[in-house]
């Protein structure tokens, strides 16, 4: 006979169960938790700390009054009034070229000749005009000697002066047709065309070659001939800088080719139309050429604003200049520095410098920025 089991080993083996179950579940959910987050501070890179501050000079920053500058790139152009294209009437085909592209040209100037039957058929129509006005005042003397014997009527003679006068019209208008053309004489018959420079300038495009064919006023012009004495200066502004232009205003033009010379132009035209993709408006400044500008030669252009506004000023050598961008070197408390960006101006009297942005007048900096960072990067 089976001896019973106890009614309490039988209940705690079951809790023993129980509690075993319990504590590997809760071992696994720490397990796949994720790890507790854990908050780094991140060292500020512009802020540095030296040994003895007291060795680089400060220097305080000062209020001075400027007047907002804005500096744009543009281009050098031709004055579009100024640019006459050279035109030829006839339908021909180029036989000499005298001019080529780049050229200085003389008012009056031979370019090129053209060999046309246009000009071949004005001939013929202004000798048969020729003939014919020869003829109609023949006849109007022999009327005029018959009406005074009597032996015609003033009917007649009416019809003869008529007949002469005629003549005469016709003469007049081939003649005028040939001086059209471009006949250099009216006595010489020629089937040559000679096209010569309307005005003095530069040839600035050129569109015949030798042999080429010229298709009178339909066909494009063999030359351009522009004024280069004053030229135009193409600017692109962005919109949000529109504001510090004006028209009638005075502005500065730098050469890449010449960046010593400074010139000076006036704004003419402020584009109406904004580019689409750039949001930028084209700004056109007038002025004479001295010698030195081309067409299609980079320029900066510089406009001066109205209002004179204030800006903080500091020695030259307290700006560094690092990564293409300009720095100036803060104090902090104890012998803390701070690397603040800023934006440079424009060079003062005395090695001073303006600061656009970025600094407050009545700040301190380095007087030496650049003395200051080759000691913190040894440190």
Known sequence: MRPELPVVSVFGLA????????????????AEA???????????????????????????ATEHLATPELRVTGTVNPDISRAVPVISLAVGRVVAINARLGDNVKKGQLLLKVQSADM???????????????LAGTQLERARLLFDKGAISQNDLQIAENAENKAKVDVANTAEKL?????????????L??????ISGVITDQQVTNAAGVAGLSSPNPFTISDLSYVWVLCDVYENDLGNVKLGEKAEIRLNAYPD????????????VLDPNIRTAKVRIEMRNPGLMRPGMFVSATFHGSQKQKRAVVPATAI????????VYVPLKGSEFRRSEVVGGGMLAGGMQEII?????????VANALEFQNSAEQQ
């Open 320 to 327: 560094l200049h690092l990564h293409d961008r300009d720095w």
């Open 193 to 198: 065309i000679e096209i010569r420079a309307p």
């Open 261 to 272: 010379r400074v010139l000076t132009g006036t704004i003419s035209n402020i584009g109406p």
């Open 357 to 365: 942005s970025g600094l407050t007048p009545g700040q301190q900096v």
């Open 179 to 191: 001086r059209v053309l471009g006949a250099p004489t009216l006595e010489q018959p020629n089937g």
């Open 120 to 134: 071949s058929g004005a001939f013929s129509d202004y000798q048969k005009a020729v003939a014919d006005q020869r």
């Open 15 to 30: 809790c023993c169960l129980l509690a075993a179950g319990c504590s590997g579940g809760k071992s696994d959910q720490q």
């Open 34 to 60: 994720p790890p507790p987050l854990r908050v780094e501070r991140v060292e500020d890179r512009n802020v540095f700390q030296v040994d003895r501050p007291e060795r680089f000079q400060l220097a305080q």
